[in-house]
């Protein structure tokens, strides 16, 4: 069954700490998205990456870090210089035609919460 | 990159078509406009997708006019299950692939 899988559900972090956020996905999508929405908002671009070992930075990158050493996995870290990171966390990959970004598949989310 | 406008909120009720319009003076040629539903603490989900003239699906119909700066999802016959936020993007290929969400519209249907 293929799709993207992001985990924990929720996670809580303390003041100061760095938090990391999985997102997996076996659809074997080349590019893969991370996005911030708070409540009432739409999403927000923080990173994103269409090929391993690369990735650029979304409008909201400042605070957050992400790596993509592996097709399937796009993890994204929330580190203790991003001052108000409580929210909803989306992962998605996208579908590709014509090298074109064209359906997007995305994961159930991961809420973070700080404490 | 091509900017998006939509309503920030409709009402309907069950039974009825339901049109909202997203506007997007700037798009490019290659650009493709694709519009999502999402629920509240879920990932948005893809409903339709177009480049011109009209396109429609099980769930919806999506009308483009020749010069494309505007496109409409229409979702006929609304229940209350169509309540959602609908968004519209428009694809950024010369923009690096760079595809963004605006706020989208939302939708409530009303028994």
């Known amino acids: 069954d293929g799709g993207i899988t992001q985990s924990p559900k929720y996670l809580f972090r303390k003041e100061g700490q760095n938090v990391t956020l999985s997102c997996e996905q076996n659809l074997n999508h080349d590019a893969m998205y991370w996005y911030r929405q708070d409540p009432g908002q739409g999403l927000r671009l923080i990173y994103y990456s269409q090929i391993v070992n690369d990735f650029q930075k979304g409008d909201i990158a400042e605070g957050y870090s992400v790596s993509r050493e592996k097709k399937e996995s796009f993890p994204l870290t929330v580190t203790s210089a991003q001052k108000n990171p409580t929210a909803f966390y989306l992962c998605?990959?996208?579908?590709?035609?014509?090298?074109?970004?064209?359906?997007?598949?995305f994961g159930q989310g991961t809420r973070l919460t700080v404490v | 990159l091509a900017k998006t406008t939509q309503p920030i909120s409709m009402d309907s009720y069950e039974g009825q078509e339901v049109n909202i319009t997203c506007s997007h003076n700037?798009?490019?040629?290659?650009?493709?406009i694709t519009w999502y539903q999402q629920f509240p603490s879920q990932g948005p989900r893809f409903i339709i997708q177009?480049?011109?003239t009209k396109v429609t699906n099980e769930v919806a119909s999506l009308f483009i006019p020749a010069d494309r700066k505007s496109s409409t999802l229409s979702l006929p016959r609304v229940s209350l299950s169509d309540t959602a936020v609908y968004y519209c993007?428009?694809?950024?290929?010369?923009?690096?692939?760079?595809?963004?969400f605006g706020a989208g519209t939302r939708l409530f249907v009303k028994a």
């Open positions: 998605a990959s996208y579908d590709r035609f014509d090298g074109m970004n064209t359906e997007a598949f």
């Open positions: 177009g480049y011109k």
């Open positions: 700037n798009i490019a040629t290659n650009d493709y």
């Open positions: 993007l428009v694809g950024a290929l010369s923009g690096g692939f760079k595809t963004i």
